[in-house]
């Protein structure tokens, strides 16, 4: 989702497109806290980047959020998010995924 949402910017801004593993190493040669990783789910190991989250905004729309946690005691969408058995959150049906853009 990451880098999808890089390419459509640099699209609209009609720049070139550098290659998702160039905008890996830019991403984590800018932010020392963002780093490569795997996670373990239920299909495996699957690639992905730590230290980087979505919005409250963007969140909501590509997670499954419980509305009662928020609406019943202020959480936020990050506390509020559906998390699998892996403690991951469970991402909305037919919402699109970072690994998926490799």
């Known amino acids: 989702m990451l880098y999808k949402e890089f390419v459509r910017y640099c699209e609209l801004m009609r720049a070139r497109v550098p290659p998702m593993n160039s905008f890996g190493d830019r991403l984590m040669q800018s932010y020392s806290s ?4 795997k996670r373990v789910g239920d299909a495996g190991q699957v690639p992905c980047y730590r230290g980087v989250r979505l919005s409250d905004v963007e969140a909501a729309k590509v997670y499954k959020i419980d509305a009662e946690m928020i609406a019943n005691f202020g959480c936020s969408v990050a506390e509020a998010m559906i998390r699998d058995a ?3 959150p469970i991402v909305k049906a037919g919402a699109e995924r970072d690994f998926e853009y490799q």
């Open 34 to 37: 963002v780093y490569d990783s």
């Open 86 to 88: 892996h403690g991951w």
